[in-house]
């Protein structure tokens, strides 16, 4: 009886992790994998307004147009300046990413971002946010890989 309950209790707890959803879609499951690819800017907000989209620095109302995440960890984005490289890693809950740029050194930084939402396939979606002091930014990407 003690095994059928333990039994019972794991396949419970695997349905439940594996029904994990983000904020506004999609599920958590295999995030890696849906998240290594290209992405591209579609839209971007500053505490709710619209925030044009280039490459610059989002701290005065621009923000980057691309990103690429690969499957070996390494990242990369424009900010109209150079190619910012770096790693990038998920949170154990795959809800948060952590960005870590190291080149160009000068322009060396860590970002983390709320995922809110992420779909698969050759049209997904990836929503972050961040804040940074007062501030909320909020970014809309498609997938463009």
């Known amino acids: 009886m003690k095994k059928v309950i333990g039994m019972l209790a794991l396949s419970a707890a695997v349905l439940l992790g594996s029904c994990a959803k983000y904020d506004e879609g999609g599920s958590v499951n295999n995030a890696d994998k849906k998240l290594t690819k290209e992405w591209a800017m579609e839209r971007a907000f500053k505490n709710g307004n619209s ?4 490459n610059a620095n989002p701290q005065i109302g621009e923000v980057t147009e691309n990103w690429k995440f690969n499957d070996d960890g390494t990242c990369k984005t424009e900010d109209g300046e150079s190619t910012l490289r770096g790693t990038w890693s998920l949170s154990n809950d795959s809800k948060s990413l952590t ?9 060396a930084s860590t970002q983390t971002y709320e995922i809110v939402k992420m779909t698969k396939g050759t049209d997904g979606e990836l929503i972050w946010k961040q804040t940074i002091g007062s501030d909320e930014y909020r970014y809309e990407m498609r997938s463009s890989s």
């Open 51 to 54: 925030v044009e989209v280039v």
């Open 99 to 107: 960005v870590i740029i190291t080149t160009p050194a000068a322009k």
